[in-house]
T-cell receptor
Framework: AQKVTQAQTEISVVEKEDVTLDCVYETRDTTYYLFWYKQPPSGELVFLIRRNSFDEQNEISGRYSWNFQKSTSSFNFTITASQVVDSAVYFCALSEAIGNAGNMLTFGGGTRLMVKT | DTGVSQNPRHKITKRGQNVTFRCDPI?????LYWYRQTLGQGPEFLTYFQNEAQLEKSRLLSDRFSAERPKGSFSTLEIQRTEQGDSAMYLCASSESILTEAFFGQGTRLTVV
């Protein structure tokens, strides 16, 4: 069975601070995908990143960066110089990478990020 | 391209009534997914279509739930004899292939009173 744990239910930071959202996963699959999605108050889940389990390189996209550590089953997400527009609920998710399972996601419980001025 | 569209955005119904939601995926996306999200939780997978074929169903999808995608384009999710526990946000997503990411709609929020 697959499981995704986001231990931080809520984080509050002041604008321009860096913040890291933790994600720990469990799977028996050797090949899998990891994802991060953002859910603003409007409700729509916005795709941020997908990472294949064979690719452990960290990734940076603007103010966002992701740290994938297979040894600790973690896929953490860091926002540098946070902005008020970053306020949202962030979900980490996992799927198998075989057959048709690519977007049949197991989500964590989410971390609510509040960025204050 | 307006993205994944879901209707209605909100639905309030009395317990025991039937409800139907509609999802219009991004055109040319042949894969369509339904998820359910309860307050304060992450979304949970319900079912998945490739074109008109329903390929996967979660154990969460009880006999009161049925989903269709008759022509491989839009999809409907029907809940019969609604219960208060069905109150949730129902999210639809579509993807071009299993190798590409899924795009989500804004969801239909169901409240059963």
């Amino acid at each position: 069975a697959q499981k995704v744990t986001q231990a931080q239910t809520e984080i509050s930071v002041v604008e321009k601070e860096d913040v890291t959202l933790d994600c720990v996963y469990e799977t028996r699959d050797t090949t899998y995908y990891l994802f991060w999605y953002k859910q603003p108050p409007s409700g729509e889940l916005v795709f941020l990143i997908r990472r294949n389990s064979f690719d452990e390189q960290n990734e940076i996209s603007g103010r966002y960066s992701w740290n994938f550590q297979k040894s600790t089953s973690s896929f953490n997400f860091t926002i540098t110089a946070s902005q008020v527009v970053d306020s949202a609920v962030y979900f980490c998710a996992l799927s198998e990478a075989i057959g048709n399972a690519g977007n049949m996601l197991t989500f964590g419980g989410g971390t609510r990020l509040m960025v204050k001025t | 391209d307006t993205g994944v569209s879901q209707n209605p955005r909100h639905k309030i119904t009395k317990r025991g009534q039937n409800v139907t939601f509609r999802c219009d995926p991004i055109s040319e996306h042949n894969r369509l997914y339904w998820y359910r999200q309860t307050l304060g939780q992450g979304p949970e997978f319900l079912t998945y279509f490739q074109n008109e074929a329903q390929l996967e169903k979660s154990r969460l999808l009880s006999d009161r739930f049925s989903a269709e995608r008759p022509k491989g384009s839009f999809s409907t999710l029907e809940i019969q004899r609604t219960e208060q526990g069905d109150s949730a946000m129902y999210l639809c997503a579509s993807s071009e292939s299993i190798l590409t990411e899924a795009f989500f709609g804004q969801g239909t929020r169901l409240t059963v009173v």
